[in-house]
């Protein structure tokens, strides 16, 4: 991935550009789905349970702690997307310990949301910065929090107020969608990665730590990948 400094690329047929557009309307549901679950439903419940529970997720199989689970007791089997919770830093699931900081669902919060779900042949995330999100966003870009590089969304498009953060370093693939502050709900950034055997990862957090990116994107794609080593 590069700087983000992308401009139309015009050797991109036609066909390519119809079909990561398609996708937009989803992405904006998504967004607002995401934003709304967790700011209003928290993900909360009393499971506290650490013991990993076997299931699937598509056809990969992972080994998850039970207190990660959000819905938990429909958690079982194969299921087609799974929701997953925890605190960070520790990268843990709800604990008597912990268990005000899953209460707390306000901007501040320290709890990471992720989404589980095979990827079913969808764009992969550098698929979708590189031929949808460059073509919906404002230049030149700014400097963000540690190293990052924003560009604001043009207005029109679904995305408006959002920035998109991406890294400096054109080794790292990081990009994170971020709303708005001040929208009535607490402000959150949503990263999407997907694993090697075909899992998309998407995880949100809370807008306040989007400095702490490089610790907090190594964390998850740490943990998921756990899930599968079992």
Known sequence: MHHLVMRRDPRVPLTALLYALSFVAVLVLGRLALTTYDTLVGGWDTE???TPIALSVGPVALTVPRN?????????????????????????????LRAESFRNNDDRSTILYAT????????????????????????????????????????????DGEILYTAG?????????????????PASCTVEFRTD????????FRRHLLSRWRAIDAAMRDTVASFMRG
């Open 48 to 50: 506290i349970d650490p």
């Open 169 to 185: 370093d054109p080794s790292r693939s990081f990009a994170a969608r971020c709303a708005p502050e001040g929208g009535g709900v």
């Open 116 to 159: 589980l779900r095979p990827s079913n042949g969808l764009l992969s995330p550098e698929e979708r910065l590189r031929l949808v999100y460059s073509r919906l966003l404002t230049y030149p870009p700014a400097s963000g929090p540690n190293g990052l590089i924003a560009t604001s969304f043009a207005e029109g498009h679904g995305y």
């Open 68 to 96: 990660m689970i959000r819905n938990h007791p429909f958690a079982r089997g194969s299921v087609s997307e799974l929701e997953l919770r925890m605190h960070w830093p520790t990268m843990e699931g709800l604990s008597e």
């Open 197 to 204: 055997n075909g899992i998309e990862v998407i995880y949100r």
